[in-house]
């Protein structure tokens, strides 16, 4: 989902947001269609509530179909997500080392795992 959609212009990208996670398991969200996008896009990662004892791994897979996904080299990687103190987490997404969709996939450990977590990223769309 764009936040903005202004060619040449910074354009907001949601991967997911404010994502409540309960207890252990494994989710994928929506492709992100990232073929208008010049360069790279500028990822955030940030949580709250990490529970001790738990931790949420997010990581990016691509797609040149929006349906079959698999990682790629160079794909950006973030550090686990725990229950200690930790800011934001960012990455840079380079959109010409990836195909034209990314898909966000984080995986919880523990059996009383409870995290907000949100992916969003920010990058130029190129002049139509």
Same mark, same amino acid.
């Given at each position: 989902?764009?936040?903005?959609?202004?060619?040449?212009?910074?354009?907001?990208?949601?991967?997911?947001?404010?994502?409540?996670?309960?207890?252990?398991?494994?989710?994928?969200?929506?492709?992100?269609? !990232? @073929?208008?996008?010049?360069?790279?896009?500028?990822? !955030?990662?940030?949580?709250?509530?990490?529970?001790?004892?738990?931790?949420?791994?997010?990581?990016?897979?691509?797609?040149?179909?929006?349906?079959?996904?698999?990682?790629?080299?160079?794909?950006?990687?973030?550090?686990?997500?725990?229950?200690?103190?930790?800011?934001?987490?960012?990455?840079?997404?380079?959109?010409?080392?990836?195909?034209?969709?990314?898909?966000? @996939?984080?995986?919880?450990?523990?059996?009383?795992?409870?995290?907000?977590?949100?992916?969003?990223?920010?990058?130029? @769309?190129?002049?139509?």
């Amino acid at each position: 989902m764009n936040l903005q959609n202004n060619a040449g212009q910074h354009t907001g990208v949601n991967f997911f947001t404010a994502h409540a996670l309960v207890a252990g398991g494994t989710a994928t969200f929506a492709g992100v269609d !990232v @073929k208008d996008f010049v360069g790279d896009i500028a990822l !955030v990662l940030a949580s709250t509530n990490a529970v001790a004892g738990t931790g949420a791994a997010v990581t990016l897979l691509h797609s040149s179909d929006n349906s079959t996904f698999a990682t790629w080299a160079g794909s950006p990687t973030f550090a686990l997500v725990t229950s200690a103190a930790q800011g934001p987490l960012s990455a840079s997404l380079d959109t010409r080392s990836c195909l034209r969709y990314v898909q966000a @996939k984080h995986v919880v450990t523990g059996t009383t795992a409870t995290f907000d977590l949100a992916l969003i990223g920010v990058g130029v @769309k190129q002049n139509q």
